[in-house]
Nanobody, 123 residues
Framework: QVQLVESGGGLAQAGGSLRLSCVASRRTFSSYAMGWFRQAPGKEREFVAAINWNGGITDYADSVKGRFTISRDNAKNAVYLQMNSLKPEDTAVYYC????????????????WGQGTQVTVSS
């Protein structure tokens, strides 16, 4: 079992930045690929970014490419999402998740989920 706890959400203005953090409870954190997903009101949960076990491979949804950066620190059991040039359409609850696959884009391949952190971007 892996417990994930997100933090760092909040209110930002369009064009601003936020950094989300997700800390895992388990020492085997480094064996998992990690992902960030988001869900806006009335919409399905969508993929945002993913990173493999050592940070050597990352991938992003087209909507955030060039603005968001995913990274991880295995010594701290943590994964981060740096969000720059925020837009109102980035408003959502953001979830981090852990996958036993090498890299995963679909929510169905993620085994563990955090409780989510709200990000609100005002225009």
């Amino acid at each position: 079992q892996v417990q994930l706890v997100e933090s760092g959400g909040g209110l930002a203005q369009a064009g601003g930045s936020l950094r989300l953090s997700c800390v895992a409870s388990r020492r085997t954190f480094s064996s998992y690929a990690m992902g960030w997903f988001r869900q806006a009101p009335g919409k399905e949960r969508e993929f945002v970014a993913a990173i493999n076990w050592n940070g050597g491979i990352t991938d992003y949804a087209d909507s955030v490419k060039g603005r968001f950066t995913i990274s991880r620190d295995n010594a701290k059991n943590a994964v981060y999402l740096q969000m720059n040039s925020l837009k109102p359409e980035d408003t959502a609850v953001y979830y981090c998740a852990a996958s036993q696959r090498t890299l995963a884009y679909s929510a169905r391949y993620y085994n563990y989920w955090g409780q989510g952190t709200q990000v609100t971007v005002s225009s």
